[in-house]
């Protein structure tokens, strides 16, 4: 390839090359933009050759990608962040509530949604440094070209199909700015927009649009300095946004919008089952490509013989009996006149070898299945009668093991994603001083009851001695209830400040617990129900710590909120403790605790 003279140039080869496969072994061509295409494709029920609506389409594809989705995903609450410095680690409690509200404002959710299905869906999935340090990902059907071996170690450009509005907004980072050496400021490239999009490059087709766009493209990655009008052969890292208009001779003008040096690429990028030269790993889609073209296969053969069984053709002896009679014509009970020694009857078009087909048909289902890890059992089919429960929870714990692997992997790279770009972020955001509304959960709000509580009844003993008064333990003890009480009046709604500075001296980790969502909450319900229906019938049991622990962790893995349950559990506390001074120094325990116990540990086991 002759070298180029101008970022121009390049990207128009570039763009050419994205389209010739590359070779990732002998004998195994493979090209990204032709997989990214067949997914997209496959996913939305439509052929290699567009759509057909005189060919069947069974999806296949959709529903075992939704699972893997749902299988794969994670939330923003299995996100923690937390102080490392011991002497200030109860600080964590403020960077928690910050972090939630930070992610809830950033739509972090959606983010963690749309690289899950990338991932899922194409075998990777490539993230940005966006506006205000924010990662978001990048379509991979946006891609205008990339190193189709490994996709961050060469030049990448992004194709954007921006407004007028969209593009004056990034007036604010210098694009239109001769300064930034843009050949044309945003109201001059705004002027030659046109009401249409055109997807690729290498084709004629185009998108009318009701509103006006330009096509854009972001390019990153090391050129010579001639790429940024120097005369130096040397390289740097460098952002080029280009676009181009058609002149009246058909001819394309190209236009820079911006172009400087960077430090470093604002990407980063995780492959789905990572294959040896070849930038995107194995995608959820493409492992179902064999089977979806088979089974697409046989569904056409199916239509076609339907079509054969649906037609009525009849036979006869008669050479004359067509001339004489149109059975379209005809009416019911209608004589038909053949001449002597004739017959006339009706064609046999039963499709016979249709269970054939049918049974391919459910073979390659039932591949696909299995090579996507998306049993019965994970997709929510009832297992057949008479299958053991235990059998069918062991399937469903296997069929999960590897939609938990990947999900594993996923997390440690979004904790590399949280320690480069996220807490610098937040650890800055912070140290201005914060003021905001958070909804604790129970043990938050018992975490900060106990803190309040306890300032205000050490307030409230040094008033009292400095006042030259005696104290007694149950005055104390009294204000001590009365404070929390009052505390937990205000609901789980608290206000929270950071103060300016307060965290300056601490450090923060992150860490992805991603051990909840391995965890099936209704069957967990289950057994905690089924223990504490022992313990039920002896409510003094409430008045030990672990049993009362047990009580909040039944409310919350049922969805419910312990707060709401408070003065229900206080009521049976307070019975507990009754029945605990009526049994005065006896260490033994109740019948009902004892056999509770006893189930609590056949259960666990």
């Given amino acids: 390839m002759i070298d180029p003279k101008n970022i121009y140039e390049y990207v128009i080869s570039e763009e050419h090359a994205y389209t010739v496969p590359v070779t990732v072994i002998d004998g195994y061509d493979w090209n990204m933009k032709e997989h990214i295409r067949l997914s997209t494709l496959y996913k939305n029920s439509v052929f290699s050759t567009g759509k057909d609506d005189e060919k069947p389409f069974k999806n ?7 699972l893997q989705h749902h299988a794969t995903d994670f939330d923003v609450k299995d996100i923690e962040l937390y102080i490392t410095d011991l002497k200030q680690f109860y600080k964590s409690f403020l960077v928690k509530k910050y972090h939630e509200k930070w992610a809830r404002e950033n739509k972090l959710d959606t983010f963690i949604d749309n690289l899950v299905e990338s991932y899922c869906d194409y075998g990777g999935a490539l993230i940005k440094k966006g506006k205000k340090d924010i990662p978001e990902v990048v379509p991979l059907q946006s891609l205008a070209f990339c190193d189709q071996t490994d996709i961050l170690s060469g030049a990448l450009a992004i194709k954007h199909f921006m407004s007028p509005d969209q593009l004056r907004d990034m007036e604010d980072l210098g694009w239109g ?8 400021t945003i109201e001059e490239v705004i002027v030659l927009a046109k009401s249409e999009k055109r997807i690729d490059n290498q084709s004629s ?6 509103g006006k766009y330009i096509e854009v493209y972001e390019v990153h990655g090391t050129f010579p300095q001639s790429f940024l009008g120097g005369e130096s052969e040397r390289y740097s890292t460098q952002l080029h946004i280009i676009c181009f208009y058609t002149n009246r001779n058909s001819e394309k003008e190209w236009i820079t919008l911006y172009a400087g040096k960077q430090k470093e690429l604002p990407f980063k990028f995780i492959a789905r089952d990572e294959i040896y030269n070849r930038a995107l790993g194995l995608g959820g889609a493409e492992e179902l490509f064999e089977p979806q073209v088979w089974i697409n296969y046989d569904m056409i053969r199916l239509k076609q013989l339907l079509d054969g069984a649906a037609k009525v053709i009849y036979k006869t002896t008669d050479p004359n009996v067509a001339a004489r009679n149109k059975i379209y014509d005809m009416e019911n009970e209608e004589v038909v006149v053949l001449a002597e020694g004739t017959d006339i009857g009706q064609l046999d078009t039963t499709p016979r070898n249709i ?7 459910d073979d390659w289902m039932a591949h696909a299945q299995q090579i996507g890890s998306a049993n019965d059992a994970l997709l929510g089919v009832p297992p057949t009668a008479g299958t053991p429960f235990k059998l069918q929870e062991l399937v469903t714990q296997t069929g999960s093991s590897l939609h938990n692997h990947r999900r594993g992997k996923l997390a440690t790279f979004l904790e590399e994603v949280y320690r480069d770009w996220i807490l610098p972020k937040i650890v800055k955001e912070i140290m201005k001083g914060e003021q905001f509304i958070a909804d604790l959960d129970f043990e938050e709000l018992q975490l900060v009851a106990n803190a309040v509580v306890d300032t205000k009844v050490n307030n409230f003993v040094k008033n009292r001695i ?4 005696l104290i007694a333990k149950e005055e104390v003890e009294d204000e001590r209830k009365k404070a929390r009480e009052q505390f937990m009046k205000g609901g789980k709604k608290r206000f929270i400040e950071i103060l300016k500075d307060e965290l300056k001296e601490a450090a923060m980790d992150i860490k992805i617990n991603i051990a909840g969502k391995q965890e099936d909450l209704s069957q967990k319900v289950d057994k905690l129900v089924n223990i504490f229906r022992q313990i039920i019938s002896a409510p003094q049991v409430l008045a030990q710590p672990q049993m009362a622990d047990l009580f909040n962790q039944i409310l919350e893995a049922s969805g419910l909120s312990p707060i709401d349950f408070g003065s229900m559990r206080y009521e049976l506390t307070q019975q507990g403790e009754q029945s605990t001074q009526q049994l005065g120094q006896s260490t033994q325990l109740p019948p009902q605790l004892g056999q509770g116990l006893t189930q609590m540990q056949s259960t666990m086991a």
């Fill in 60 to 66: 296949i594809t959709k529903p075992i990608l939704d």
């Fill in 177 to 184: 700015d001769e300064k930034n050496n843009a050949t044309a």
């Fill in 205 to 210: 087709k185009k998108t009318e649009t009701p």
């Fill in 355 to 361: 269970a054939i087909f049918n049974k391919a048909v």
């Fill in 466 to 469: 400095l006042d030259g008064e």
